[in-house]
């Protein structure tokens, strides 16, 4: 089980920026309800994906998630034979350096 850190802030206090979807929910003495991810624009809410304006306004919202950073087996390959290049040569600093050297320019070039 992972725990969120991610605040939740109030919308009468603070807003995000305009047509930046983050999840919003409104939380009151009715409980928990109407979770969504939506954009604040021009004084309304909308859905993402289609526009639409929603006929309620959250009281609560926050920034997504970031995504999860995924690593390729190209990326573990080259990190891979770079590191033993190095550590062969008896280079442990340095292959560990030239390890996330090549994984890094392994993203870049995709």
């Known amino acids: 089980m992972t725990t969120d850190n991610r605040p939740w802030r109030l919308t009468h206090i603070e807003l995000p920026d305009p047509k930046v979807p983050v999840e919003t929910?409104?939380?009151d003495q009715h409980g928990l309800r109407n979770e969504a991810v939506l954009?604040?624009?021009r004084g309304h809410w909308f859905i993402?994906?289609?526009?639409t304006y929603v006929y309620y306004k959250p009281t609560h919202w926050r920034p997504l998630?970031?995504?999860a950073v995924?690593?390729?087996?190209?990326e573990?390959?080259?990190?891979?034979y770079v590191f033993w290049?190095?550590?062969l040569r008896l280079q442990p600093r340095e292959a560990m350096r030239a390890a996330l050297e090549a994984a890094a320019r392994v993203r870049l070039t995709q």
């Open 25 to 27: 929910r409104i939380w």
């Open 39 to 41: 954009f604040f624009e």
């Open 48 to 51: 993402p994906k289609t526009g």
């Open 65 to 67: 998630p970031e995504p």
């Open 70 to 74: 995924t690593v390729t087996d190209a």
């Open 76 to 80: 573990v390959d080259r990190a891979a």
């Open 85 to 87: 290049d190095a550590m």
